[in-house]
Each structure stands twice: as C-alpha cells, then as structure tokens.
C-alpha cells in the first residue's frame, strides 16, 4: 500500500519531495507543510507543471 510522504529535504519550511499515495510528486519550495514558490508537480501519466505556488496551490498567470 503507497503511503505520502516527504522522499528528500525539508517539506515542512524549505526545499525537498514530496509524494503522494497516488504517485504524483512535488519537488520544489515549502512553507508551513504547504507548496509555495517555484516548483514542479508531476502527474503519475508524466505530464508536469512547473510554475509558482502560493498556499499550497498552483497559481494561475492573469493577463496585465
């Protein structure tokens, strides 16, 4: 059975990788146990985003 859990770093206020049960991962910045600043979450079929975050979620690009 898959578990969560932080695979390397510090994924509570800092740099590491985080894994999902699901299998989906985040390797980036951590604030508060939370995804926040740059970063990249990859999908278990492989597709990727790599952008910022802000409280955990992905932040969405707004035209000026």
């Known amino acids: 059975?898959?578990?969560?859990?932080?695979?390397?770093?510090n994924c509570t206020n800092g740099t590491g990788k985080y894994q999902w049960a699901s299998g989906n991962t985040y390797e980036g910045s951590?604030?508060?146990?939370?995804?926040?600043?740059?970063?990249?979450?990859?999908?278990?079929?492989g597709e990727k985003y790599?952008?910022?975050?802000?409280?955990?979620?992905?932040?969405e690009l707004t035209a000026a």
């Not at 951590?30 to 079929?45: D, Q």
């Not at 910022?52 to 932040?59: A, L, N, P, S, V």
């Open 1 to 9: 059975q898959a578990i969560s859990a932080c695979l390397d770093g």
């Open 50 to 59: 790599i952008g910022e975050y802000k409280d955990g979620k992905m932040r």
């Open 30 to 45: 951590f604030v508060n146990r939370k995804r926040n600043g740059k970063g990249t979450f990859t999908w278990v079929s």
